[in-house]
């Protein structure tokens, strides 16, 4: 590719080369690529520009003068990369139509749910996210939430060129802080909610708040929670389509009323701009959650052409999604709930869903993310408290920090009146939870979610929830019998 064609909207480069490849990782390079140097939390890519020209890069995208010959000085590194990797690819965004979720919580599950009623309407869809990617049934491992810029190009890329007409995308603030979906264009952005989360990476809320409004800033179509707080922040200096949604009472375009809550669903009367547009739907999936979720959902796609009729069938055949309120068979006469909840609006959502159907006590086993927003470890304990009967306070991923300090933060929250047992092992915890549940109980396995691993300080090690339930239902039916 043509230098100048490369940095198509970056900046007009002082000379002229064909290249013949791009990496922000020296390793990576080859001769005749281009290097771009990228200041990041940890390593300053600047520091390998000489190790770069010496494995063939024949261009430097940089920040300052190094003094280096080939280098091309731009203002954010990072911005630049997201352009040239858009360019490097063709742009595929422009072959399908892309929808973005952002917000703290629901990213996953709405995805899952514009997924599901988009395929139900007949087209091939691309999903990007937490659990995994996929072109239509395909799955594809995820690494990040939101990929970094070169792979989730050559990701679009590859779905636009296996015939995908959306792509289903969510959002995350770090992406967009750091610019990994620089020069996509958003034919709609969704904003579930925004409640504390990552203030170890943004500092203050109104800088994560500002990194999701970016979203909305590159969406054709916003798609914005009317009953959330920061919804104004969200809706400011837009130059598109703006429509609201509304599960509380609040103006909006498309409101919810009349929910009906069950353990098996929920379902709701919605109003939308007109007629054609309103109507009760029904979704297989628990939780007030999920009536914001799926009200989301259906304001997206009843904005961007979807007939009501059709959405409202696929709503009522809808699957859950792994790791999300996810219910874990054991035969017996109590529930296990395995939920990604790590935030305390997260947590406070799955607790209060599952004490209101619980027919006996809430076991709530959960812990906090080590290396992570401190802040909200303390409102964690107190929002389980809240809602359980009992808490098993344990870890979740503990990385480098000592997990009996994290957990002593989570329970600084706890009420002294609140029964709760500290189990650092988290394999011992869901063991002691499951072996005190009783006919009735539900126990919620809060934290971990779709994932099976666990980071510890020595590395990681894996860890799926679903099989240690089934270890400990083992135990339990051998203690019960005094085998």
Not at 157 to 182: K, P, T
Request: glycine share 10%; net charge negative; with cysteine.
């Amino acid at each position: 590719m043509r230098l100048t064609d490369l940095l198509k909207n970056v900046c007009a480069p002082p000379f002229e080369a064909d290249v013949t490849g791009i990496a922000c990782d020296s390793r990576k390079v080859e001769a005749g690529f281009a290097f771009v140097c990228i200041d990041g939390v940890e390593v300053d890519g600047h520091k390998f520009a000489q190790s770069a020209i010496q494995n063939g890069a024949t261009v430097l995208i940089t920040e300052r003068d190094l003094g280096l010959p080939g280098q091309i000085i731009v203002p954010d590194t990072r911005a630049a990369w997201g352009v040239m990797s858009a360019n490097w690819f063709g742009h595929p965004d422009e072959r399908m139509r892309l929808i973005g979720v952002t917000g703290t919580n629901g990213k996953t599950s709405t995805t899952y749910m514009l997924k599901q009623v988009l395929e139900a309407c007949g087209r091939k869809v691309g999903l990007i996210g937490t659990i995994q990617s996929m072109i239509g049934l395909r799955p594809i491992p995820a690494c990040h939430t939101t990929p970094e810029a070169y792979e989730l190009q050559g990701l679009l890329a590859q779905m636009a060129d296996e015939g995908c007409d959306d792509v289903v995308m969510e959002v995350s603030s770090h992406a967009l802080a750091q610019h990994r979906v620089e020069a996509i264009a958003f034919d709609a952005g969704i904003f579930t909610n925004l409640t504390q989360d990552h203030l170890d990476f943004h500092l203050t809320m109104e800088n994560y708040a500002d990194a999701k409004h970016q979203l909305f800033k590159k969406s054709r179509l916003s798609v914005l929670n009317a009953d959330d707080p920061w919804e104004p922040v969200m809706a400011a200096d837009l130059t598109g389509e703006t429509v609201t949604f509304s599960a509380a009472g609040a103006d909006a375009d498309y409101a919810a009323s009349d929910i009906r809550y069950a353990p098996d669903g929920v379902d709701f009367l919605v109003t939308g701009p007109d007629k054609a547009q309103s109507g009760r739907i029904r979704v297989p999936i628990p939780g007030e959650f999920t009536v914001y979720n799926a009200l989301g959902t259906l304001a997206c796609l009843l904005s961007l052409g979807v007939p009501f009729d059709k959405a409202q069938a696929a709503f009522a055949s809808l699957s859950g999604v792994k790791g999300r309120a996810e219910v874990v068979p054991t035969g017996r006469g109590f529930s296990v709930v395995i939920d990604y909840a790590h935030t305390p609006d997260g947590l406070e959502k799955i607790c209060s869903t599952l004490a209101n159907s619980c027919e006996g006590h809430l076991i709530t086993v959960f812990g906090a993310a080590g290396e992570r927003d401190r802040g909200k470890r303390p409102d964690m304990g107190r929002i389980a408290a809240k809602y359980s009967d009992l808490l098993v306070i344990t870890s979740d991923n503990p990385r480098r920090e000592d997990p009996v300090s994290i957990i002593n933060e989570v329970a600084a929250g706890v009420p002294d009146d609140t029964l709760y047992l500290i189990c650092p092992n988290r394999f011992e915890a869901i063991r002691t939870a499951i072996c005190r549940a009783e006919p009735g109980d539900i126990v919620l396995l809060a934290g971990k979610g779709h994932e099976t691993y666990q980071v510890l300080k020595n590395g990681i090690i894996h860890l799926d929830e679903r099989e240690e339930v089934a270890k400990a239902l083992g135990m339990k039916n051998k203690w019960e019998l005094g085998t």
